[in-house]
C-alpha cells in the first residue's frame, strides 16, 4: 500500500478504537483508496499532495498539504507584487474526459486593497492512492480563466489594447493536457494585412509595413495555432511557423487579403484561410484528440467554501 493511504488507514483505525466502538471493522484498501475519500483525506489535512510538474510558485518533486498549498501561492504571489492575502479557498469535483471518475479542483482567491483579486485554481488527480497536482491557471487583471465540470479549459486575456489572445485545452481522463488552440487577434488595420511580428523572425524583414486605421472601417487579422507553445524543444519561431491566418473586417465579415500579398505569403510559406476553412481544421483537430460536445459544453462546477 502507498504510503499516504497507509498513514490514512492507521487513523481511521485508531479513530474506530479510541470512541469506543470496540474492535475496527475490517476495511480493504480499495474502500479508503476511492477518489472521493483520497480527497476528503487532503482537505482534512491527512494526506498531501505531489507536483511531477512544472507550475508557477510550487516546486517540482515536492509534496504539499492545502495549507501548504495556500502557502506556497500566497509567498510566490507577494514575492511579485500581486494580490497575496487569502479571501477565499473552495472546491468542486470534476470529471476529466467525463471518464466517470473523480478529480479535485481547488480555488484560492487572494486579494489587496484597491486591486483587482488574483484566483489560482489547482486540479489534482488521484492516481492508485497517491494524489497529484496535474495542473493549475488563474484569473487576474485583463485575463480570465474559465475550467468546466469535465476539465475543459478556456483562458485568455489582453496583451495590450489592440491584441487579446486566448488559448483552449482539456484535460483528459488520463490526468493529461490535450492541447486544443490558441488564437492571437489583433485589430485596427487600415487593409488586411499580416504583421511582421506575427511570422517567424527569418521572414519578418519580407512584409510591408502596415498602418492602423483611422477611419470607421478597420480589419483584424487572426493568427491561430493548434500545438502547445510550451511543447519542449519548440521555439517561438518554429511555432509562426505553424500559424494560420485570416482577416475579417470590422463588423466580424471575412475577408480576402490582396492578390499582391498572397503572392507573397505563399512564397514565405505563410499559410492563410478564409473563416470557414480553419472551423474545419479546428473540429478535425478536436476529433483527433478525441474532443467531445459533452465535454467541451460542460456546465460550471458545483463549489463547497472551505472555511
Known amino acids: ?57 510550487l516546486e517540482m518533486g515536492k509534496s504539499y498539504s492545502l495549507n ?71 484569473t487576474y487583471y485583463r485575463f480570465e480563466t474559465d475550467i468546466n465540470k469535465f476539465g475543459y479549459i478556456e483562458k485568455g486575456g489582453y496583451a495590450n489594447a489592440a491584441s487579446y489572445i486566448s488559448e483552449t485545452y482539456f484535460i483528459d481522463s488520463e490526468g493529461q493536457k490535450q492541447y486544443v488552440l490558441g488564437i492571437e487577434n489583433i485589430g485596427g488595420f487600415s487593409e488586411p494585412v499580416i504583421p511582421s511580428n506575427m511570422v517567424p523572425e527569418s521572414i519578418s524583414g519580407r512584409l510591408p509595413n502596415y498602418e492602423l486605421s483611422s477611419s470607421d472601417i478597420s480589419y483584424q487579422i487572426t493568427a491561430c495555432w493548434l500545438t502547445d507553445p510550451k511543447t519542449p524543444g519548440l521555439t517561438e519561431d518554429e511555432l509562426k511557423k505553424e ?39 479546428i473540429k478535425n483537430h478536436k476529433k483527433d484528440l478525441g474532443l467531445t460536445k459533452k465535454v467541451e459544453n460542460g456546465g460550471e462546477p458545483k463549489w463547497v467554501i472551505l472555511e
Open 1 to 57: 500500500m502507498k504510503k499516504n493511504l497507509a498513514i490514512l488507514l492507521v487513523i481511521l483505525s485508531l479513530t474506530t478504537i479510541f470512541t469506543g466502538c470496540g474492535a475496527p471493522e475490517e476495511t480493504n484498501e480499495s474502500e479508503i483508496g476511492t477518489a472521493t475519500e483520497v480527497y476528503e483525506a487532503f482537505i482534512s489535512g491527512v494526506m498531501n499532495a505531489n507536483v511531477n510538474i512544472s507550475l508557477d510558485y
Open 68 to 138: 501548504d498549498l495556500v502557502e506556497a501561492y500566497s509567498s510566490g504571489l507577494k514575492g511579485d507584487s500581486l494580490p497575496s492575502e487569502l479571501t477565499e479557498k473552495k472546491y468542486a469535483y470534476i470529471d476529466c474526459g467525463k471518464d466517470g471518475k473523480k478529480e479535485l479542483l481547488l480555488q484560492f482567491t487572494f486579494a489587496e486593497k484597491d486591486t483587482p483579486s488574483y484566483i489560482t485554481y489547482v486540479i489534482l488527480k488521484n492516481i492508485a492512492g497517491d494524489l497529484a497536482v496535474i495542473d493549475s491557471e488563474y
Open 243 to 281: 500559424y494560420i491566418f485570416y482577416a475579417e473586417d470590422n463588423s466580424g465579415k471575412g475577408v480576402e487579403f490582396s492578390e499582391e500579398n498572397k503572392e507573397l505569403y505563399d512564397e514565405l510559406g505563410i499559410i492563410y484561410v478564409n473563416g470557414k476553412t480553419l472551423e474545419k481544421e
